[in-house]
């Protein structure tokens, strides 16, 4: 008889050959972005097709920086990664750790290829990242001074917290000297001893942006000793310096509501656990009162008294239960009685003698049951339900067969 297996031994082979194939273990892949769908997790699932056919693809949220782009349907990519199977479903399916734009300009290539570099060097390794202080007292800002960006990070921080001090370092974002001025401002902020330094400018081509893909500024952010945040571009841009820096935020407002507690929220905690304080108190209390209470009763349930009324009760429960027992076996016994009446009564000779039978004995009281015990002139003692007649054989009639022989 052929083996038989279950489906996940039949997947888990199969997974086993693409796992042992080397060429499905580093592949890169052309096609068009279909059905992109960006999971709350942080993964990315999406298909890649051809004229020919179509490849199930995810990215999980631990490879999202091989994605530099807000990838969406229709975007000309290749993806490089793995092909496995997925043991639950049985499908197999291609796990992209990076993705890039086909045909992407020279900019863009150079971008990648100092990303890859970068990387290689532990330069965005999680250990090396610095935590932001929860309460920041002075915050230095490297951006443009005319720029939306550092309207924004002043407009939010203040409002967050009133008392909080700002140093700003009016740098270059874009064109020639930039680079250089970014490095300078994040080096003199960090020597002045603020506590958090965001680094960022608005929105912008990757031209726009270039800046903060130098590697001059990706080092300086790496050797700063203090905490620093990018907030390079929107949402959707991505730098070397997001990478680099401590923490990313995808606008210079989200890097300002990253960096700066909430006073007000400290106020209202403050609020709240007087008011967690004085409920807890409460609460103890009651639960105090209801103990006492508890053992109060559990005393008086103790009590001579309450047990003698206790004992009297179960032995007045006892008696009706007797008395209710024997009432059920004395009616149990008499209704057997009227039956073994009634079942006497049917056997009973007098009760055969009322319905017109007799009891036919000779002069010696011996019951007579056949003709052949009686002869001519016997004396016969017959029996009926009222009374005796005594009477004599004058003639015996022997029935037998069906006739009557005189």
Known sequence: MNNVYSVGQVNAYIKNMFTQ?????????????????YHTSGHIYFSLKDETGTVNCVMFAGQRRGLAFAMKNGDKVVVHGSVSVYERDGRYQLYAREISLEGAGLLYEKYLALKQELEEMGMFAPEYKQPIPRFVRTLGVVTAPTGAAIQDIRNISYRRNPYL????????????????????????????????????????????????NEEEVARAIFNCKTPVISAVGHQT??????????????????????????????????????????????RHL?????????????????????????????????QEQMESVMN????????????SIERMKGLSPLD??????????????????SSDQVKAGKLLSIQLADGEILARAEKIRKVNRGKIDG
């Not at 055969?352 to 049951?369: A, C, H, R």
Request: charged share 25%; glycine share 8%; proline share 2%.
């Open 328 to 339: 059920r076996r004395i009616s149990d016994s008499r209704h057997r009685l009227e039956l």
């Open 165 to 212: 001090q700002i140093v700003l370092y009016p740098a270059l974002v874009q064109g020639e000297g930039a680079v250089r001025s970014i490095v300078k401002g994040i080096q003199m902020l960090d020597a002045s001893g603020v506590d958090v330094i965001i680094v960022g400018r608005g929105g912008g081509s990757i031209e726009d942006l270039w800046a903060f």
């Open 21 to 37: 194939d080397f060429m499905l273990k580093c592949i890169s892949v052309k096609g068009e972005v279909s059905n992109c769908k």
């Open 286 to 318: 009651l639960l105090t009162k209801s103990r006492l209470r508890q053992y109060q009763t559990k005393l008086s349930y103790l009590g001579p008294e309450n047990q003698i009324r206790e004992k009297r009760q179960f032995l007045a429960q006892m």
């Open 352 to 369: 055969k003698l009322k319905q017109g039978y007799s009891y036919v004995s000779d002069e010696n009281g011996k019951n007579i049951t």
């Open 237 to 282: 841009d991505t730098t070397i310096a997001d990478f680099v820096a401590d923490l990313r935020a995808p606008t210079p407002s989200a890097a300002a509501e990253l960096a700066v507690y909430d006073y007000r929220s400290v106020l209202e905690c403050f609020r709240e656990y007087e008011t967690r304080f004085g409920r807890g108190l409460e």
